[in-house]
């Protein structure tokens, strides 16, 4: 399941966004996951409320996923 690894670096790079912007609480996470990835989201959705509690920026935050044509996986937008 490298879902995990995948998402404490998208969150990781959330929360330097956050503090490069002053902000403290980040509300939504967009992520985009390509329909040809590897990735399964419903692990994403179950592995969120663990890993958004490693960031500070993140911890009450909620996770949304798009499926997108494609093979990658994006962060598509951080509402603050």
Same mark, same amino acid.
């Given at each position: ?33 390509? &329909? ?9 959705? &179950? ?34």
């Amino acid at each position: 399941m490298h879902e995990l690894g995948v998402l404490t670096r998208a969150l990781e790079r959330v929360q330097r966004t956050a503090d490069e912007a002053g902000i403290e609480q980040v509300k939504t996470v967009t992520l985009e996951v390509g &329909k040809s990835s590897s990735f399964v989201p419903a692990y994403f959705v &179950k592995l969120y409320p663990a890993a958004r509690e490693l960031y500070t920026a993140t911890k009450n935050s909620e996770l949304k996923i798009e499926m997108v044509t494609g093979n990658g996986l994006f962060i598509k937008e951080i509402a603050y």
